[in-house]
């Protein structure tokens, strides 16, 4: 049947559609530890503004208030560019996501295609094994007929 000989090429979509499941959580785990070291960093500048506001209720010298905002304007850059690292993680995982789902949809496609024809081969025999059994039979009829006859 139709089957045994798509069976390897089903096979191989198979593998590719596992190859690119396999991509895709790994790019979504990607992006995972991307948005926590993002939140994490967001975190530690909330943390730190608090700490020194506490700390400068006290009194800041010119020189402690300029180290307090260079290292803000420093966390402030890196959540920026940590940001744009947690959206191309995100892309990048939509798109293996994509390739993981058509791959999928290609491998159903062929499989009920294989099925379609299998099940048409399926009534095709059962059409000849039926036109089989009505021939042996009408010949039998025609039997009887000849030897009622003698």
Same mark, same amino acid.
């Given at each position: !049947?139709?089957?045994?000989? &798509?069976?390897?090429?089903?096979?191989?979509?198979?593998?590719?559609?596992? /190859? @690119?499941?396999?991509?895709?959580?790994?790019?979504?785990?990607?992006?995972?530890?991307?948005? +926590?070291?993002? +939140?994490? *960093?967001?975190?530690? $500048?909330?943390?730190?503004?608090?700490?020194?506001? #506490?700390?400068?209720?006290?009194? *800041?010298?010119?020189?402690?208030?300029?180290? &307090?905002?260079? &290292?803000?304007? /420093? *966390?402030?850059?890196?959540?920026?560019?940590?940001? /744009?690292?947690?959206?191309?993680?995100?892309?990048?995982?939509?798109? $293996? /996501?994509?390739?993981?789902?058509?791959?999928?949809?290609?491998?159903?496609?062929?499989?009920?295609?294989?099925?379609?024809?299998?099940?048409?081969?399926?009534?095709? #025999?059962?059409?000849?094994?039926?036109?089989?059994?009505?021939?042996?039979?009408? #010949?039998?009829? !025609?039997?009887?007929?000849?030897?009622?006859? @003698?």
């Amino acid at each position: !049947m139709m089957s045994q000989r &798509f069976s390897m090429l089903i096979k191989i979509q198979q593998e590719r559609e596992e /190859k @690119l499941q396999a991509l895709f959580i790994k790019a979504q785990q990607f992006y995972a530890q991307a948005e +926590q070291k993002y +939140q994490g *960093l967001a975190n530690y $500048r909330t943390d730190y503004i608090q700490q020194s506001q #506490q700390q400068g209720s006290a009194g *800041l010298q010119s020189r402690q208030y300029n180290q &307090f905002v260079n &290292f803000i304007a /420093k *966390l402030d850059q890196a959540i920026s560019l940590q940001a /744009k690292a947690v959206q191309q993680a995100k892309a990048a995982a939509e798109q $293996r /996501k994509q390739s993981w789902l058509t791959m999928q949809k290609k491998r159903k496609a062929l499989e009920l295609l294989v099925q379609r024809n299998d099940m048409a081969e399926l009534q095709k #025999q059962l059409k000849q094994e039926q036109k089989n059994a009505d021939e042996y039979a009408s #010949q039998q009829l !025609m039997r009887q007929r000849a030897l009622a006859e @003698l």
